[in-house]
């Protein structure tokens, strides 16, 4: 798709979002249950929307948090709920909707102490601590935010007890259960005033920061850091981890610089993104043009989205680093210089990230483990100690503490960010010539995901593809070694196709909201390679399809 011509400069004011209607959609608008596009819909990310829309209203989430209230007592789980918010304009009269519903449910529910913003591994981290060496009353926890998502919209995300992502039986039950609850009229939510639920018995003031903040030396090396005495400027990018920067350089003696410690729900200190949207992006390089600017005054600068679960690396050597580029360069480092984890420790990777880190993978003697999209994929492992590692091509990743316990379950960017300071001390080159030296032994990947046009039927026909309906045996001039429909790690449907050869290997899967699919492909070859890659994907596809439907 074709760039918009003001990507990566800043954002124009007749641009910014009316807050105050966008508030006054969320309270005034009703929206209608038996519109698809109206209703609940809770995936891997939780419900995301926008008021404006009617897909991100005060119905919606009333409804949802009734939904997981009841879920939590269907399921037993009757120990404290941790309640984060993020930055976006809508996180706040939904977390006010949601305390409302979580106070009259009589649930313990635990806010941040200052009134803060709460990042989301902050939430899962406290999820985790409170569960340590607990077998009942366990905790969990709920997170408003659409992640990196533009303003206009919200999101709210349910985390069990796992302290990760829900898995997709929970969050389809809270689906259904929350669109009844919208066709009934809400006539099933409990509900109280928010003075009253603010200072509920049940409400409770919890320091997240500093639980955070204190327990960072059990992940990365802060010393090494300290010592270095490695000039670092952070980005919250307005969001939720502008509280926490602060008090990590105070208590760890970083020079660390917090270049911008706004919040303003307009975000109007963005860049525009690709498309010409204000997007909290930190793996873009529009987005992240502001920071990328400034890389020459520190020895190391890094982002993250807007609830802290993603991040972005700028390196004096490279700029910003693609994704799946960092991913690699950090397992490489951190399967070389974690002792304390267990010998047979995976490395976790989503079926569409870089093979860089298969090759990183097997020459680090490490099993890999690759699943379909999404995080919940990785928890149990990261739970039980199994998976070292796990991330994905979108800038999500968690890793585990030095003695190889769980830190978090969900994706955080604060540590991602931490970690490439600590590779930068100890190492002695910034991530970026880290990378450099990783091709250099593993070849240099060439990787892009582009969209192609598809109907709702032919998505449908996508999804249920079978390894048998690929009848080529070549691709881009070399042999198809491996055709999947489901993940090689753990069995589990990829929700598309992917074709692998010795150099190169391409993976289709239909958008959840557009009338295209994606198409991700990487070559080692080269950029012409890629290209071949991406023309031959979409023949290859398109007979696999028409097989499917005779």
Avoid at 439 to 446: N, S
Wanted: charged share 20%; net charge negative.
């Amino acid at each position: 798709m074709a760039t918009h011509p003001l990507a990566g400069t800043p954002v124009p004011s007749d641009m910014l979002v009316n807050v105050p209607r966008l508030i006054t959609a969320y309270y005034a608008e009703r929206p209608d249950p038996a519109l698809r596009g109206q209703r609940v819909s809770f995936g891997t990310s939780g419900h995301r929307g926008s008021a404006l829309k009617l897909s991100f209203n005060e119905t919606h989430i009333l409804a949802v948090t009734q939904a997981i209230c009841e879920q939590r007592k269907d399921r037993g789980i009757d120990g404290p709920l941790f309640l984060g918010i993020d930055t976006h304009p809508l996180s706040e009269p939904a977390y006010a909707s949601a305390l409302e519903v979580l106070a009259a449910n009589a649930v313990e529910t635990m806010i941040d102490q200052a009134g803060g913003y709460t990042p989301t591994p902050a939430v899962s981290h406290a999820i985790l601590a409170y569960n340590r060496e607990r077998r009942t009353g366990l905790a969990d926890g709920i997170v408003i935010t659409p992640s990196h998502n533009p303003p206009e919209d919200g999101g709210i995300k349910y985390n069990p007890p796992h302290g990760g992502p829900a898995d997709s039986a929970a969050t389809a039950w809270i689906e259904r259960r929350a669109n009844q609850l919208l066709a009934d009229g809400l006539t099933g939510v409990r509900r109280i005033p928010l003075a009253r639920a603010r200072t509920a018995a049940t409400t409770h003031r919890h320091d997240y920061v500093g639980a955070y903040v204190a327990d960072l030396a059990r992940i990365v090396d802060m010393d090494a850091i300290k010592n270095a005495g490695l000039r670092l400027g952070v980005d919250p990018l307005g969001g939720a981890g502008v509280a926490y920067w602060e008090p990590i350089r105070e208590r760890y003696g970083l020079d660390l610089t917090l270049v911008n410690p706004a919040v303003d729900p307009t975000f109007r200190f963005m860049s525009l993104d690709w498309d010409g949207k204000i997007r909290m992006d930190c793996s873009s390089p529009y987005a992240m043009a502001g920071l990328i600017a400034l890389r020459d005054r520190f020895d190391l600068a890094f982002a993250n989205d807007t609830d802290a679960d993603r991040h972005g690396i700028v390196t004096k050597s490279r700029g910003l680093l693609n994704p799946n580029h960092y991913l690699a360069t950090a397992i490489d480092y951190l399967f070389r210089s974690r002792p304390g984890w267990r010998p047979d420790a995976a490395v976790g990777k989503t079926a569409v990230s870089s093979g860089l880190i298969d090759r990183v993978a097997a020459a680090l003697g490490r099993r890999l483990f690759e699943v379909p999209v999404g995080f919940k994929w990785f928890v149990a492992g990261l739970g039980d100690g199994s998976l070292g590692f796990g991330g994905e091509e979108s800038a999500g990743a968690s890793f585990l503490r030095q003695d190889g316990t769980v830190w978090t379950t969900d994706k955080d960017g604060l540590i991602l960010g931490l970690l490439a300071a600590e590779m930068t001390a100890v190492r002695g080159r910034d991530p970026g010539e880290l990378y450099g030296a990783l091709t250099e032994r593993h070849g240099t990947p060439h990787y892009e995901r582009i969209d192609a046009p598809a109907t709702a039927d032919e998505k449908a026909v996508l999804v249920g593809l079978s390894a048998e309906q690929v009848t080529a045996d070549s691709l881009a001039g070399e042999t198809i070694e491996t055709v999947l429909t489901r993940a090689p790690g753990d069995g589990n449907p990829l929700g598309g196709l992917k074709v692998v050869t010795r150099n190169g290997w391409f993976a289709a899967r239909p958008s959840g909201t557009e009338d295209v699919y994606k198409i991700y492909a990487e070559s080692f070859l080269g950029p012409d390679h890629l290209a071949r890659l991406q023309a031959e994907a979409r023949t290859l596809v398109t007979a696999a399809l028409a097989k499917a439907r005779t």
